[in-house]
């Protein structure tokens, strides 16, 4: 099975360390898996030979371009997140139609592949990881329920999250699993 990793993060926030514990221990304690991290912008390439040595690899999504994105502030950041969705669109699209991975684990910038999967068919189930303790505005409520139907399962870090997302009416209760932060070494 081909388990892949969406988490283009910007800065060095939990969601590394969740998203690297996840899948090292995808690849370390099941080894039928071929586990992946998407390198969206680059993002991933500090933490490559780690990985590579942990049963992971790192996929190159694009090109790197990390350096380049403006990483703090609120408006800063966002213009990150378009040029990210942007420049990430069809590269995205096109390894989903190629490789046809058995799952997408979507973690930060979600906003593309669920885009994706409400404009094309894909035999890939994908996995919405809902992080940290999300806005609900507008654009990501209207998103989040037309993709709900399409998505496998939604995964949230605490028992509160996952109480409020079943209070929000918006996803099936039934797909959304309380799935604890990987961020503990032993």
Avoid: M
């Avoid at 991933?44 to 694009?62: D, F, M």
């Avoid at 684990?105 to 919405?128: E, G, M, R, Y």
């Amino acid at each position: 099975k081909k388990i892949y990793y969406w988490s283009p993060c910007l800065t060095n926030v939990g969601t590394v360390k969740s998203t690297v514990n996840s899948a090292i221990s995808l690849a370390k304690y099941n080894l039928i898996y071929d586990v992946r991290i998407l390198n969206v912008f680059g993002e991933w390439t500090i933490h490559e030979k780690y990985l590579e040595k942990n049963g992971v690899r790192v996929q190159n999504l694009t090109f790197n371009y990390d350096k380049f994105l403006p990483k703090f502030g609120y408006i800063k950041s966002r213009l990150s997140y378009l040029i990210i969705f942007f420049l990430s669109f069809f590269p995205l699209l096109f390894l989903l139609k190629r490789d046809k991975p058995d799952f997408l684990v979507a973690h930060l910038i979600t906003s593309l592949p669920l885009t994706l999967i409400n404009l094309f068919n894909f035999k890939t189930k994908f996995i919405l990881r809902i992080s940290g303790y999300p806005k609900l505005h507008y654009l990501r409520k209207k998103l989040w329920e037309i993709s709900k139907e399409k998505l496998e399962k939604i995964t949230c870090p605490s028992l509160e999250l996952k109480k409020d997302l079943e209070g929000s009416n918006i996803f099936d209760r039934n797909n959304i699993r309380f799935l604890p932060d990987a961020i503990i070494n032993i």
